[in-house]
């Protein structure tokens, strides 16, 4: 990977990991990278795409992973969410600034619904903070591409899942605010369109 992949900065290090879309980036160029609106810890806050950088605390992020299972032992899933993904990877994604932890991850603010923005949500609370990793739903592009569906989603053929749109003007400045839309299958065979697809780097 070129130095522009590494997005943690050094107190960070390998606990971060950063998400990127495979529309603007790739492993070897991420392009813009998951971070927080303006590095501001607080409920509410837009989260959103920006360019990589190491020095940037904005971008820190450290993955929680386990099977979706864990997360519906804990009560955080519905049993339907666990009956279709059981077996697959989730995440919660917290928000620590030089690596301390705030205790907000990337979120919904209510039940995913279409166009919903992504911004920080209090931690293990409820669904709307666990991402699935869905990797059957894209088995041409896994496991370096793969659509990422929010556990609050509640119909399975198309589920809510991270989605680029294009610049618009979140707290009165142009950004890349990450939203949810219903999967966009362009095929029978589960092509996907690259806004749907995200691909994820580790700090370093």
Partial sequence: MSASANAATPECGSLCGSVFSRELGSYTQPG??????????????????????????????????????????????????????????AVQQEYAPDGIGTDLCVGLAKVAYQDEGLTLQPCNVSA?????????????????YFPIVNASTRKFERPFAMDLRRDEVVNDRKTLQIHVRRLKFLTDDKTLPNSQLWGFIQGS
């Fill in 32 to 89: 813009p990278v998951e971070a927080v609106l303006g590095g501001v810890a607080r409920v509410g806050q837009p989260v959103i795409l920006k360019p990589a950088s190491g020095s940037d605390p904005s971008q820190d992020i450290i993955p929680h992973g386990s099977p979706v299972s864990t997360f519906y032992e804990a009560g955080m899933v519905s049993a339907d969410v666990n009956s279709h993904y059981g077996d697959l990877l």
């Fill in 128 to 144: 709307r903070t666990v991402w699935i990793i869905d990797t059957p739903d894209s088995p041409a592009t896994a496991p370096l």
